[in-house]
């Protein structure tokens, strides 16, 4: 089946659970979760982050020389699986079936209530740590806008779209 834009299947992939590096301060992974999190509330108290950060990762992106199955090692679905092993509860780590950018596999998106919204290509399974660096700076722009010589070349390369906050959308369109 071909799936147009509007017609994408939305169902969650669940990563297997995996070993925690010992920095983070956890031994095993429960793969009952899928998402890390932490509200945003202690993380303002904290002084960390503005907003709650989430990354949302494309499981479906397949590089072109991929086969189509099995969908679990694609390497969308291999980098989700490197994010939630390394990623720690300053971020969500969120899988989605397809972010309809198809040519520029692996797609990622960094997303919190009031910034701005990037998405971001080109990305292979061992960027995993390049990521999670860039969405502490991300976390850290209180408007979402990483200025641009603190941006890894990654994100300067790879930028495919930036959107608006919701609230400003809203706020403009009265």
């Not at 990622?108 to 009031?114: N, S, Y």
């Not at 722009?141 to 890894?152: C, E, N, S, T």
Request: proline content about 9%; overall charge negative; charged content about 25%.
């Amino acid at each position: 089946m071909i799936h147009e834009p509007g017609n994408l299947p939305s169902a969650g992939y669940h990563a297997t659970g995996g070993v925690l590096p010992e920095r983070f301060g956890v031994e095993r992974f429960d793969s009952r979760i899928s998402e890390l999190s932490l509200s945003a509330p202690a993380l303002e108290k904290a002084g960390c982050m503005t907003a709650e950060t989430t990354i949302h990762i494309c499981v479906t992106c397949r590089a072109a020389d991929e086969p189509l199955e099995p969908k679990a090692e694609r390497a969308g679905a291999r980098l989700h699986a490197a994010l939630s092993a390394i990623a720690d509860d300053r971020v969500r780590v969120k899988p989605v079936e397809c972010l309809s950018v198809c040519k520029r596999p692996c797609t990622i998106g960094f997303a919190a209530a009031g910034k701005w919204t990037y998405i971001y290509g080109d990305f292979t399974p061992d960027s995993a740590p390049a990521i999670l660096a860039a969405a502490e700076l991300y976390a850290h722009a209180p408007d979402g806008l990483i200025p641009w010589k603190q941006r890894p070349d990654s994100l300067k390369k790879g930028v495919i779209a930036r959107i608006p906050p919701l609230s400003a959308d809203l706020e403009h369109s009265a």
